[in-house]
């Protein structure tokens, strides 16, 4: 009874939400009855006019991005400068995301009329004929459904989805272009039995792929993983897209690399959770499996994020060689680079000594002195940066004037953002920065 006084007063959310995103479903429609006099030829080149326009939306942002990713490259300039580069491109890079956002939503209509418009002409023509490209000779050659006859691709609507033979035969519904709506705007679905779950995905994934950053598909187990991206990949397919699932490939093979730079990505939540971890513990860079994320959608959300979420993902296992770590390999090598860099900072710290005094004692002769003083200071500092807490060092440092003195050249060094610093550093090999607590 209260229940239904309060719809009563607040109205129920359901309807509500059918309300906010049923004008998406009709400008969908309209765009779909637009579509009906197309060649199935210049039905497939609207994504590409598609991927044009995202291209074209977020151009400016992406040349910055190049540029300062450029900039970072240079050994050049100083820590800081880096860092400040690097803010830069994070800054860009979100303004980047958001731009995408605008720009996909703008589409919505006529991207998911494309998706519909595929699925209504495989399920009534049995097949799509179109002018054969590189992707249609690719697919044809991994899978039987496509037929390449003379200059034409044939591409069939019956294949093999995980051993179930699929006859398509799927057009989507106005309740499957709202759920689809709220797929891509972040919220969750809830679909009722018989209402086509799987089918609402394609629409938004179609759309966040065309950004060409990729799109994750996650689902609750390897089977289900395997047969969707068989059972709905086609319909990306045709348009260009490559799908894969990375359940098909083992950790860190150069299969799951190339899973991962498909368009639409296939698995479960444990392998993609697993592979994450897995980034998150290599030696190097190149060895991440991983894109940077862009737009993922969840099968079976409640299980996932709920019951799976229950269960924490642990890695763990023997190393390479026992108990021997990597550190172990690198030691050596550590301990001579130090070395050399304690004999190199020992020099520059007499040097420093014998070009003060000299300094401090000269008389008559200004030249000598300005050059002593400006050749024992920059020894000084190099010595400081080289081993700044070294015994030697501090105690030279205490004496009067010297302090003083290193801050002098310190500050020539590190004045217009340390333009003149690399030339202090070049003699090291390398700095410790101890304002910014780095070795360079």
């Known amino acids: 009874m209260i229940s239904g006084l309060l719809k009563k007063i607040f109205g129920d959310k359901t309807q509500k939400d059918i309300k906010e995103l049923g004008p998406f479903a009709d400008k969908v429609n309209e765009a779909f009855s637009l579509l009906q006099g197309l060649s199935d030829d210049d039905l497939r080149a609207k994504t ?3 991927k044009a ?4 939306y977020t151009q400016p942002t992406q040349k910055q991005i190049k540029e300062l990713k450029e900039q970072t490259k240079s050994n050049t300039i100083s820590i800081q400068d880096k860092e400040e580069l690097f803010n830069k491109i994070e800054a860009l890079e979100k303004e980047d995301d958001e731009l995408i956002e605008e720009v996909l939503l703008e589409l919505l209509p006529e991207a998911y009329a494309v998706v519909k418009e595929t699925s209504r002409r495989l399920a009534e023509n049995k ?5 054969a490209n590189e992707n249609d000779i690719r697919v044809a050659a991994e899978k039987e459904h496509v037929v390449i006859e003379g200059d034409k691709a044939i591409w069939n609507n019956e294949w093999d989805a995980a051993g179930t033979p699929v006859v398509w035969n799927m057009v989507h519904y106005d309740v499957q272009l709202i759920g689809g709506t709220a797929l891509h705007q972040g919220k969750i679905a809830e679909m ?3 209402e086509g779950k799987t089918l609402v995905s394609t629409l938004p994934v179609y759309l966040n792929a065309l950004a060409g950053k990729g799109v994750h598909v996650v689902t609750v187990n390897d089977y289900l993983a395997r047969r969707d991206a068989l059972w709905m990949g086609p319909l990306y397919e045709f348009h260009g897209m490559r799908v894969d699932c990375i359940d098909n490939h083992q950790p860190h093979s150069e ?3 190339n ?3 498909a368009d639409v990505t296939f698995g479960t939540n444990n392998e993609f959770g697993f592979d994450y971890l897995r980034d998150n513990m290599v030696s190097s ?3 991440i499996v991983q894109q940077k994320h862009h737009f993922a959608i969840i099968d079976e959300v409640d299980s996932v994020l709920v019951d799976d979420a229950r269960t924490p993902l642990i890695i763990s296992g023997p190393t390479a060689r026992g108990g021997q770590q990597e550190f172990i390999d690198l030691k050596p090598q550590i301990e001579r680079l130090v070395s050399a860099q304690r004999k190199l900072v020992t020099t520059l710290l007499a040097e420093a000594k014998s070009k003060i005094s000299k300094a401090e004692k000269a008389e008559g002769d200004k030249k000598a002195v300005k050059q002593n003083a400006e050749e024992g200071g920059l020894a000084l500092l190099r010595a400081f940066r080289g081993l700044p807490k070294s015994k030697p060092i501090i105690k030279y440092l205490s004496e009067p004037g010297i302090k003083v003195q290193l801050q002098k050249v310190e500050n020539f060094y590190m004045q217009d953002n340390n333009k003149e610093m690399p030339k202090a550093d070049e003699v090291l090999y390398f700095v410790i920065d101890e304002k910014n607590n780095t070795i360079d």
């Open 192 to 194: 009722q039995t018989g």
């Open 48 to 50: 590409v006019d598609f």
């Open 53 to 56: 326009r995202v291209s074209e």
């Open 127 to 131: 097949k799509l004929v179109v002018t």
């Open 259 to 261: 899973a991962y730079k």
């Open 255 to 257: 299969g799951r690399i």
């Open 285 to 287: 860079p190149d060895e």
